[in-house]
């Protein structure tokens, strides 16, 4: 939609090429639940004359029957477009409406203020250049307010307007004012909001969205449109590194062959030495062909297709750039994540990476923190759930060529689908770990470990990672279970069953089995009554050092004696080992046997050994007992998950 201009009825030419050369701004609208996002909008839209009169007639219709103010116009039902939002009085989806003033061609993204459609509020921010934070005057900021902040900065958003909303409901206050602002000043400085400013207004009545407002004197600022017209967005776009992900080649017959793509950044000119990453291949620039002809110099965010002097091969999702300033390359990458999906994100699955125009697969390697939102502070953890926000380092089955999300907000930029579903499940973006002299952010700043009362980070030393640390970062507490019982009696097929549960649920978790260790640590014992007492001492200490890693330990022993049982105990500590007899009759343990042990005991081979030369002290108050006569390995093994967490080891 355009604006009302004399040109349209006198010279139509003329309108169109001034409307053509207008600069583009893409804005949000964001904030907490019911601050007055889509109100805003929809005033934004009427008192600037930007609705059409059939649409004009609708809105008013409706505000009779679905309306939120009486039966007076609700703005809002310019953006609220579905069924759903209208019946509730809420957003659900990103609405976007397009308009322009004398000045300007505008954007607009409605993004939702639940928090179960913060995806959604971060999808619409992905592109935008400036950003609207609405906050309601009798609330103050909220704690959805200050996720949205917190992505807006993540997202590079460098301008950001305050809208104060709702002062009419304050009697136009200007102590309220002045408080939320010293509050969200208080919350936003430790944010990267470069270009922060404030303006109290009444979407609903119209104060200071397009006139200014006689309701507040004592506010000496511009309205909510001079401020979206006159801020300067030119420095903003990134013009000295040169990036053009190829996104298709361009083959209509044998005389021409150019690489299509829209630039990311930078400016590219005929005659140019470039080079084709990953392959390093250099060329230079013959031709920059647009639908509308050739030029002689494009730049940002320009579509193109170039032609190049040599015959240098290139695909979709190679990368064009200068020889001199080139992204860099690797498989591993350093990442802020938003994770978007209702399953929670657990390290090592497989997903969908989405690089610029490339796909390749790789995993989440490991969460180094989440954030609070709230204080900006950031704590281990094991997992992140739906619309929480933290740092990872990802691991691709391939090299690609990025630069840091801040310089490039395509080449830094990354999306995580699943696999099954195809479902975008987060939002990546890459940091800068290279950078020297320059600012962290908040969220990139070590993490407060408590220690000998001293600070994480002094004298450039990083302090021990402390019990409690590891035990959030994992989600579980560590322990030693020891499956004791006869030979082929199940101990470490039940083992391994509980290790790949608990994998799969994100643990870290390992299998410590008496053979294994036999084939090295004790690959000098044999099997008499002090060499397997050794076995389990070397063993129990091996489980002592996993557990205080914060790794669970399954260890299958046969573990004959219950006075070695004990000591083992003391070992690891008792508050952190358990007890469970994997029972099996005799008879059943001799048909398992595929090793022939019970064979060579019977032959005189093997002295001293359990079940048959040698007795089995079956333990006296187990904390579990499996009989694997009579229950299946899945049956085992949950029962074992269930030990765990019922004495507090895992968290439900």
Same mark, same amino acid.
């Given at each position: 939609?355009?604006?009302?201009?004399?040109?349209?009825a006198?010279?139509i030419?003329?309108?169109?090429?001034?409307?053509?050369?207008?600069?583009?701004?893409?804005f949000?609208?964001?904030g907490?639940?019911?601050?007055?996002?889509?109100?805003?909008?929809?005033?934004?839209?009427?008192?600037?004359?930007?609705?059409?009169?059939?649409?004009?007639a609708?809105?008013?219709?409706?505000?009779k029957?679905?309306?939120?103010?009486?039966?007076?116009?609700?703005?809002?039902?310019?953006?609220?477009?579905?069924?759903?939002?209208?019946e509730?009085?809420?957003?659900?989806?990103v609405?976007?409406?397009?308009f322009?003033?004398?000045?300007?061609?505008?954007?607009?993204?409605?993004?939702?203020?639940?928090?179960?459609?913060?995806?959604?509020?971060?999808?619409?921010?992905?592109?935008?250049?400036?950003?609207?934070?609405?906050?309601?005057?009798?609330?103050?900021?909220?704690?959805?307010?200050?996720?949205?902040?917190?992505?807006?900065?993540?997202?590079?958003?460098?301008?950001v307007?305050?809208?104060?909303?709702?002062?009419?409901?304050?009697?136009?206050d200007?102590a309220?004012?002045?408080?939320?602002?010293?509050?969200?000043?208080? =919350?936003?400085?430790?944010?990267?909001?470069?270009?922060?400013?404030?303006i109290?207004?009444?979407?609903l009545?119209?104060?200071?969205?397009?006139?200014?407002?006689?309701?507040?004197?004592?506010?000496?600022?511009?309205?909510?449109m001079?401020?979206?017209?006159?801020v300067?967005?030119?420095s903003?776009?990134?013009?000295?590194? =040169?990036?053009m992900?190829?996104?298709w080649?361009?083959?209509?017959?044998?005389? =021409?062959?150019?690489?299509?793509?829209?630039?990311?950044?930078?400016?590219?000119?005929k005659?140019?030495?470039?080079?084709?990453?990953?392959?390093?291949?250099?060329?230079?620039?013959?031709?920059?062909?647009t639908?509308?002809?050739n030029l002689?110099?494009?730049?940002?965010?320009?579509a193109?297709?170039?032609?190049?002097? /040599?015959?240098?091969?290139?695909?979709?999702?190679?990368?064009?750039?200068?020889?001199?300033?080139?992204?860099?390359?690797?498989?591993?990458?350093?990442?802020?994540?938003?994770?978007?999906?209702?399953?929670?994100?657990v390290?090592?699955?497989?997903?969908?990476?989405?690089?610029?125009?490339q796909?390749?697969?790789?995993?989440?390697?490991?969460?180094?923190?989440?954030?609070?939102v709230?204080?900006?502070?950031?704590?281990?953890?094991?997992?992140? #759930?739906?619309?929480?926000?933290g740092?990872?380092?990802?691991?691709? #089955?391939?090299?690609?060529?990025?630069?840091?999300?801040?310089? #490039?907000?395509?080449t830094?930029?990354l999306?995580?689908?699943?696999?099954?579903t195809?479902?975008?499940?987060?939002a990546?973006?890459?940091?800068?770990?290279?950078?020297?002299g320059?600012?962290?952010?908040?969220w990139?700043?070590?993490?407060?470990?408590?220690?000998?009362?001293e600070?994480?980070?002094?004298?450039?030393v990083?302090?021990?990672?402390?019990?409690?640390?590891?035990?959030?970062?994992?989600g579980?507490?560590?322990?030693?279970?020891l499956?004791?019982?006869?030979?082929?009696?199940g101990k470490?097929t039940?083992?391994?069953?509980v290790?790949?549960?608990?994998?799969?649920?994100?643990?870290?978790?390992?299998?410590?089995?008496?053979?294994?260790?036999?084939?090295?640590?004790?690959?000098?014992?044999?099997?008499?009554?002090?060499?397997?007492?050794? !076995?389990l001492?070397?063993?129990?200490?091996l489980? !002592?050092?996993?557990?205080?890693?914060?790794?669970?330990?399954i260890?299958?022993?046969?573990?004959p004696n219950?006075?070695?049982? /004990?000591?083992?105990?003391?070992?690891?500590?008792?508050?952190?080992?358990?007890?469970?007899?994997?029972?099996?009759p005799?008879?059943?343990c001799?048909?398992? /046997?595929?090793?022939?042990?019970?064979?060579e005991?019977?032959?005189?081979?093997?002295?001293?050994?359990?079940? /048959?030369?040698?007795?089995?002290?079956?333990?006296?108050?187990?904390d579990?007992?499996?009989?694997?006569?009579?229950?299946?390995?899945?049956?085992?093994?949950?029962?074992?998950?269930?030990?765990?967490?019922?004495?507090g =080891?895992?968290?439900?």
């Amino acid at each position: 939609m355009s604006h009302h201009s004399d040109l349209i009825a006198t010279d139509i030419e003329a309108y169109l090429k001034q409307h053509e050369q207008k600069q583009l701004l893409r804005f949000i609208t964001c904030g907490s639940v019911d601050d007055g996002k889509s109100t805003l909008i929809g005033r934004l839209l009427f008192d600037s004359k930007m609705l059409y009169e059939d649409e004009l007639a609708r809105i008013e219709a409706d505000s009779k029957t679905q309306g939120a103010v009486g039966g007076k116009f609700d703005p809002a039902l310019a953006t609220d477009g579905l069924k759903e939002e209208r019946e509730q009085g809420i957003t659900i989806d990103v609405a976007y409406r397009y308009f322009s003033t004398a000045k300007r061609k505008f954007i607009i993204a409605d993004t939702p203020g639940h928090e179960q459609y913060t995806r959604n509020m971060a999808t619409g921010a992905s592109s935008a250049d400036l950003a609207v934070i609405l906050i309601d005057a009798r609330h103050g900021v909220m704690t959805q307010t200050k996720r949205h902040s917190f992505i807006v900065s993540l997202l590079g958003i460098r301008h950001v307007i305050i809208a104060i909303n709702k002062m009419d409901l304050v009697d136009f206050d200007e102590a309220t004012y002045d408080k939320i602002c010293a509050d969200y000043s208080a =919350f936003s400085r430790r944010l990267d909001l470069p270009d922060l400013h404030f303006i109290p207004l009444s979407a609903l009545n119209g104060d200071n969205v397009v006139d200014r407002s006689e309701n507040m004197p004592w506010y000496n600022g511009g309205t909510l449109m001079n401020r979206l017209e006159s801020v300067y967005i030119g420095s903003d776009r990134n013009l000295q590194d =040169f990036r053009m992900p190829v996104q298709w080649v361009n083959r209509p017959n044998l005389d =021409f062959r150019g690489f299509c793509g829209t630039i990311a950044s930078g400016i590219i000119r005929k005659g140019d030495e470039v080079m084709v990453m990953p392959s390093k291949k250099r060329t230079h620039v013959k031709e920059i062909v647009t639908f509308d002809g050739n030029l002689d110099e494009a730049f940002a965010p320009l579509a193109i297709t170039l032609t190049f002097e /040599d015959e240098v091969d290139a695909s979709r999702g190679d990368i064009v750039v200068k020889p001199g300033n080139v992204p860099a390359m690797s498989d591993t990458v350093e990442a802020m994540l938003v994770w978007m999906a209702e399953e929670p994100m657990v390290p090592g699955k497989t997903y969908i990476v989405k690089h610029s125009a490339q796909q390749i697969t790789g995993s989440i390697e490991s969460l180094r923190y989440r954030i609070d939102v709230n204080t900006l502070h950031s704590s281990p953890s094991p997992q992140l #759930n739906l619309n929480e926000i933290g740092r990872c380092r990802l691991s691709l #089955n391939e090299p690609i060529c990025f630069d840091p999300y801040k310089s #490039n907000r395509s080449t830094g930029a990354l999306i995580l689908i699943d696999r099954i579903t195809n479902a975008t499940v987060a939002a990546a973006m890459i940091l800068d770990r290279n950078a020297s002299g320059m600012r962290l952010a908040a969220w990139e700043e070590e993490i407060p470990v408590e220690g000998n009362g001293e600070d994480v980070q002094e004298a450039g030393v990083l302090n021990a990672v402390t019990p409690e640390e590891r035990e959030a970062r994992y989600g579980q507490k560590p322990a030693t279970v020891l499956l004791t019982g006869l030979t082929s009696s199940g101990k470490t097929t039940i083992a391994q069953a509980v290790e790949r549960k608990l994998f799969d649920s994100g643990r870290a978790v390992t299998v410590l089995d008496g053979q294994q260790v036999r084939r090295g640590l004790s690959k000098d014992l044999g099997f008499s009554f002090e060499e397997r007492s050794e !076995n389990l001492r070397r063993s129990a200490h091996l489980a !002592n050092i996993l557990n205080d890693a914060g790794i669970i330990c399954i260890a299958a022993f046969v573990a004959p004696n219950a006075t070695v049982r /004990d000591k083992v105990a003391g070992v690891i500590g008792t508050e952190r080992f358990l007890t469970v007899h994997v029972d099996a009759p005799l008879e059943l343990c001799r048909q398992r /046997d595929s090793r022939g042990q019970y064979a060579e005991a019977d032959a005189g081979k093997l002295t001293e050994f359990s079940g /048959d030369a040698a007795p089995y002290e079956v333990p006296e108050s187990p904390d579990l007992v499996l009989k694997t006569g009579e229950q299946s390995v899945d049956e085992c093994a949950n029962a074992v998950i269930e030990l765990l967490t019922s004495r507090g =080891f895992l968290r439900s």
